[in-house]
């Protein structure tokens, strides 16, 4: 499939880089930054080296409750932006929002082991931003799930219902000028900086503030934009940057925008791993077309008419997950947790 990716790149670089001159050439140092990243993806694709994974769960995109959900809303749709596996007590948290901005969100709470739906948590407030973080902690008092609200970092408690349709409370803002992507891990929060001084392509999703467990500033660590995408990055044809994780020697991040059958393939709809080493620089960087993805899914015995990337988790055995979200023509689909192997 290396070589399938290969040849899929080489006919959509030309025509990318092309027509990026002409919609963006108001900066001759855009287009130089602009054509310095494609190199670095280039690279990457030339290596011959795709992401390695497996499947280790895969649920239906539509939940038990997905239906009666989108009808309480009063929405067309929910969609995945984020999960996180709670391993110690079998427990996986899928984030899910709505069409139509502001937009409605949903947690669902499922058996890890078995993938069955324990709960579906609807949450009041109207949500202008996007989370594609999800952390859940248990406090006093039950589950608190930590969430990008209104760009900060907010808590809200789970409220369970015997319905099997809870609801949450919003609790407090904790830490302000706060990105999509979040991460936990060993005490500290590495949270992806919102407002950022932008470089001539825009603003990079590179930017990382280090927080202590009372949420103070501690550090920050930063990741090239050849390897951590821009906020603009549909228009810009690079790279979409889609998951953080903080692993044992360092981070990694996941690559991939929506792509169906029906579009031409550029390197934002490219899914890919980037790992890097505790100082942010870059270590392994590798991509897959994902028409070349789709086609591995189908020896799998998946079969997918849209894909896109969704984030990825470190488990405590060092392997990394991650969630790919596919779909199919009738609109049917999978969530499809991947194991990736180095």
Known sequence: ??????????????????????????????????????????????????????????????????????????????????????????????LRYSNGRPARAVIEKYRWSSGELLSTYIIPEPQASVSEGLVVTQEEGGDVVFLRSDSALTRYRLVDDQSGFGTTQKLEAVASNVAQSFYHKGGEWYVEKFKTPEDALGQSRGQYSVLDSSFKHVRDVNFAPQYSGYRNSEQLNLPKHQGFAVTDNGYAMTMGGYWSSRMKATPYHYFGVNLFDRHGKIVKSEYIAPEALVSQLSAMGIQADTVENEGIQALSNGKLVTLQVVRTGNRSGKLLFLTLSP
Do not use: C, W
């Not at 006919?11 to 002409?22: C, E, L, P, Q, Y």
């Not at 932006?81 to 948290?93: A, H, K, M, N």
């Open 1 to 94: 499939m290396a070589t399938l990716s290969r040849l899929l790149l080489i006919g959509v670089s030309t025509i990318f880089v092309s027509s990026f001159s002409h919609a963006q050439a108001g900066s001759a140092a855009a287009i130089a930054a602009h054509s310095q990243i494609m190199s670095a993806f280039e690279a990457s694709v030339a290596t011959h080296a795709e992401p390695n994974f497996s499947i280790l769960k895969a649920l239906d995109f539509k939940s038990q409750s997905y239906q009666e959900t989108v009808q309480r809303l009063g929405v067309r749709f929910t969609y995945p932006q984020g999960f996180e596996i709670d391993e110690q007590r079998d427990l996986l948290y899928v």
